[in-house]
């Protein structure tokens, strides 16, 4: 069964930097993309970031270009989010998600419990 574990949330001040990490088990990950959406507080889930396992291939939202990059480590199954330059608007809770072909590649069909990201001013 697939698993997806968030961690290195947490309390930052506006300006700061956060990496977080995902670690995924329960398959063979070389297929697909792994990505990060997140969610604020009475708002709807959006993308954020993802990342292709076989070539590293990235695509991020307009919000975060330029201050946040994905990147992973085919051998741990492992995803990366560096966010820098984090602002207010960034709060949110933050979900890694795994597209495998399992339920056929383009939707991410296994998502993680979640780690909240809190920008202070």
């Known amino acids: 069964q697939v698993q997806l574990v968030e961690s290195g949330g947490g309390l930052v001040q506006t300006g700061g930097s956060l990496r977080l990490s995902c670690a995924a088990s329960?398959?063979?990950?070389?297929?697909?993309?792994m990505g990060w959406f997140r969610q604020a507080p009475g708002k709807e889930r959006e993308f954020v970031a993802s990342?292709?396992?076989?070539?590293?291939?990235?695509s991020y939202a307009d919000s975060v270009k330029g201050r946040f990059t994905i990147s992973r480590d085919n051998a741990k199954n492992t995803v990366f989010l560096q966010m820098n330059s984090l602002k207010s608007e960034d709060t949110a809770v933050y979900y890694c998600?795994?597209?495998?072909?399992?339920?056929?590649?383009?939707?991410?069909?296994?998502w993680g419990q979640g780690t909240q990201v809190t920008v202070s001013s």
């Open positions: 998600a795994a597209d495998t072909p399992d339920d056929g590649l383009g939707s991410f069909d296994y």
């Open positions: 990342i292709t396992w076989s070539f590293g291939r990235t």
């Open positions: 329960g398959r063979t990950f070389n297929r697909g993309r």
